[in-house]
């Protein structure tokens, strides 16, 4: 059974940061690019990363940009979100999904992606 699985997120002060996981079972992540989204509450889902599966290259949206910064470990099997600075309008539920290609389609593809995890909740708030 093909699964991701987000971990790691929490209620966290601002100005905070959180590691987020997102754990590949039943496949590997190998040939997969991997982007990240989040849906902060009453909107729309927001495509913030993503790191290709050829050379690790990574983009982000202008809203994160030098702040959140993604990661891969092929032999772990998992992908990673790192976030720092956070401000509360970083809450947000977040999510990882998978698209088979060697390098990420534009951010926020929505539809681009194959497989997605099932979330998990970020607050900032103090």
């Known amino acids: 059974q093909l699964q991701l699985v987000e971990s790691g997120g929490g209620l966290v002060q601002p100005g905070g940061s959180l590691r987020l996981s997102c754990a590949a079972s039943?496949?590997?992540?190998?040939?997969?690019?991997i982007g990240w989204f989040r849906q902060a509450p009453g909107k729309g889902r927001e495509g913030i990363s993503c790191i290709s599966s050829v050379d690790g290259s990574t983009s982000y949206a202008d809203s994160v940009k030098g702040r959140f910064t993604t990661s891969r470990d092929n032999a772990k099997n998992t992908a990673y979100l790192q976030i720092d600075s956070l401000k509360p309008e970083d809450t947000g539920v977040y999510y990882c999904a998978v698209e088979y290609a060697s390098y990420c389609s534009a951010i926020g593809c929505y539809d681009c992606y194959n497989y997605w995890g099932q979330g998990t909740r970020v607050t900032v708030s103090s």
């Open positions: 039943g496949f590997t992540l190998d040939n997969y690019a």
